[in-house]
């Protein structure tokens, strides 16, 4: 079972058989090959998920940029996980390392205003 996981590039995933029956019919082979179909099987119904690194993301805007940068996000397939009106609009959001980039080179260039923007954790996204 291990084996079929790694021939298909699979990392974070647990395969479990459970086995009913505890005779000697299949032999070594055939529980082999049995265990073998079955998570290959299993592998294929499944939805497979490809994770990227990324951060959870703390972004200050003033009340004027809140509907620019919900945009943003909408546009760019950003996760918003919470919104704070406060003093300013303090959003967290999950991002990408490269999306981070886009962001950080578009409030460099004055694209994107943006009072404050702290990594809270590194996570994956």
Do not use: P, W
């Amino acid at each position: 079972m291990l084996d079929i996981l790694i021939q298909n590039h699979l990392c974070n995933v647990v395969a479990i058989v459970t086995r009913y029956f505890g005779g000697i019919l299949l032999g070594t082979g055939g529980l082999v090959k049995a265990y073998s179909s079955i998570t290959l099987c299993a592998i294929k119904k499944a939805k497979l998920i490809e994770k990227e690194k990324g951060y959870l993301l703390k972004i200050i805007v003033e009340y004027t940029q809140v509907e620019a940068f919900k945009y943003y996000c909408r546009k760019n397939n950003i996760k918003v996980v919470k919104e704070e009106y406060l003093e300013n609009v303090v959003f967290q959001i999950e991002i990408t390392q490269q999306m981070y980039e886009k962001i950080k080179n578009e409030i460099d260039n004055f694209r994107l205003k943006i009072i404050k923007i702290n990594k809270m954790e590194e996570k994956y996204i």
